[in-house]
């Protein structure tokens, strides 16, 4: 069974950085790549971008590339997601969500909330 | 970008109705490998988003048959048939066949 587990709340402070993690089980981690989402309080879907484990490589949408660093680590099957200069904009729910079979967005984790304040 | 357009934002229904929600891109969304890449998530108050249908209309494992998807090109649309208590949820369009991904602005299903 396909489980993506993220990493508990996360409170930072204006100016400051985020870490969340993404871990994966289930099945090979570099076969699939792994997307972002954020979504803001009471907002729709907005996808960050994805990272292929097995290469590094990512892709992101042009809103993020300046907020958002992705990155995965193949030995502990985990994906992450940084996010940069919080300001009060960021605060959201962040998903990871693995590729499918011609869908991006085919498993989900539980969501991250994470609050900027000081 | 593709923008989708989802209507209506918001969709009240009975029990056993019937109901369909569209979602029209600002560009055709197939591919030049004949796959159309349109897909439909639901996502439950409190919950993480789920896949409901992908490429259209091909029904994720698990998802009931009450759901279906249509369309072509650029007007797409998800069909409950008969509507069920747990079908309460928002509902969002999504295209992957040109980055950056998007989604629809999403339409909320309630019970009358």
């Known amino acids: 069974e396909v489980q993506l587990q993220q990493s508990g709340p996360e409170v930072g402070r204006p100016g400051s950085s985020v870490k969340i993690s993404c871990k994966a089980s289930g099945y090979t981690f570099t076969d699939y790549v792994m997307n972002w989402v954020k979504q803001s309080p009471g907002q729709g879907l907005e996808w960050i971008g994805w990272i292929d484990p097995e290469y590094g490589s990512t892709d992101y949408a042009e809103k993020f590339k300046k907020k958002a660093t992705l990155t995965a680590d193949t030995s502990s099957n985990t994906a992450y997601i940084q996010l940069s200069s919080l300001t009060s904009e960021d605060t959201a729910t962040y998903f990871c969500?693995?590729?499918?079979?011609?869908?991006?967005?085919?498993?989900w984790g539980q969501g991250t909330l994470v609050t900027v304040s000081s | 970008d593709v923008v989708l357009t989802q209507t209506p934002p918001t969709l009240s229904a009975t029990i056993g109705q019937s109901v369909s929600i569209s979602c029209r891109s600002s560009q055709s969304l197939l591919h030049s490998n004949g796959n159309t890449y349109l897909h439909w998530l639901l996502q439950r108050p409190g919950q993480s988003p789920q896949l409901l249908i992908y490429l259209v209309s091909r029904l994720e494992s698990g998802v009931p048959n009450r759901f279906s998807g249509s369309g072509s090109g650029t007007d797409f649309t998800l069909t409950i048939n008969p509507v069920q208590a747990d079908d309460i949820a928002t509902y969002y369009c999504?295209?992957?066949?040109?980055?950056?991904?998007?989604f629809g602005g999403g339409t909320k299903l309630e019970l009358k």
């Open positions: 969500a693995r590729s499918g079979p011609g869908c991006p967005f085919a498993y």
């Open positions: 999504q295209q992957s066949r040109e980055s950056p991904w998007t």
